[in-house]
C-alpha cells in the first residue's frame, strides 16, 4: 500500500501547527477544508495513491480540528471534472459561519500543466479529454486553458467567494 510522502505531511503539519497553535486557537478560528485526489484520468497517465494521499490529509485536517471538509477522489469509473471540485468550494462556502474567523484550505494532489514563460500552472480535471502531444506542440493559448482546466489563480477567486479569513492553496502536482 502506498504511504504519503513524508515530507509533505510534515509540511501539512507544520501548516496546521501554525495556524492552530495555542494563540491561534485563542482568536476562535473555524476550519474548513476540501481535499482533492485526482488519480484517474481520461487522457493522461494514472497517479495511483493520489486518492489514498488526500483521504490522509483530511485526516490530519480532521484531527486538528477541521468543522467541516469534503475530500473528493476519483475512481476508474468516476473523474473529477472542474464543476466537481468548483461545486466542493461552493458547498465548503456555504458551510461557513460569518461570526467567526474563517480559514479555508484547499489541498490538491494530481496532474498540471505548467506555462514555462508566466510560470502560470493550471490544475487538470480527470475527465479532460485532450491530445496531449497536440497541445504540447501547439502555439500556447492560455484562455483555452483556463476555459478547460482550474488556475490556482481563478480557485483563490473562488475561495475568496467564502467567509473565510484566511485561505491556503496546497497543491502537490507536476
Known amino acids: 500500500m502506498a504511504k504519503p510522502v513524508p515530507s509533505l505531511v510534515s509540511a501539512i503539519f507544520i501548516v496546521l501547527f501554525s495556524l492552530f ?23 493522461f497517465n494514472e497517479q495511483t495513491g493520489l486518492g489514498l494521499s488526500a483521504r490522509v490529509v483530511s485526516e490530519y485536517f480532521e484531527q486538528f480540528g477541521a468543522v467541516s471538509g469534503i475530500t473528493l477522489r476519483s475512481k476508474s469509473n468516476l473523474l473529477l471534472s472542474k464543476n466537481d471540485i468548483l461545486s466542493a468550494i461552493d458547498d465548503i462556502t456555504l ?8 480559514v479555508f484550505i484547499f489541498y490538491y494532489a494530481g496532474h498540471c500543466l505548467g506555462e514555462p514563460l508566466t510560470g502560470q500552472q493550471w490544475l487538470i480535471p480527470g475527465n479532460l479529454q485532450i491530445d496531449v502531444n497536440k497541445l504540447l506542440k501547439s502555439k500556447l493559448d492560455t484562455d483555452i486553458f483556463d476555459a478547460a ?8 477567486a473562488a475561495m475568496q467567494n467564502s467567509l473565510a479569513s484566511q485561505s491556503l492553496l496546497l497543491m502537490d502536482c507536476c
Not at 21 to 42: I, P
Not at 95 to 102: A, F, G, H, Q
Open 149 to 156: 482546466m482550474l488556475s490556482p489563480i481563478a480557485l483563490h
Open 21 to 43: 497553535s495555542q494563540e491561534a486557537y485563542s482568536k476562535d478560528y473555524q476550519f474548513y477544508y476540501v481535499a482533492v485526489g485526482n488519480e484517474h484520468y481520461e487522457s
Open 95 to 102: 458551510r461557513m459561519n460569518d461570526d467567526k474567523d474563517n
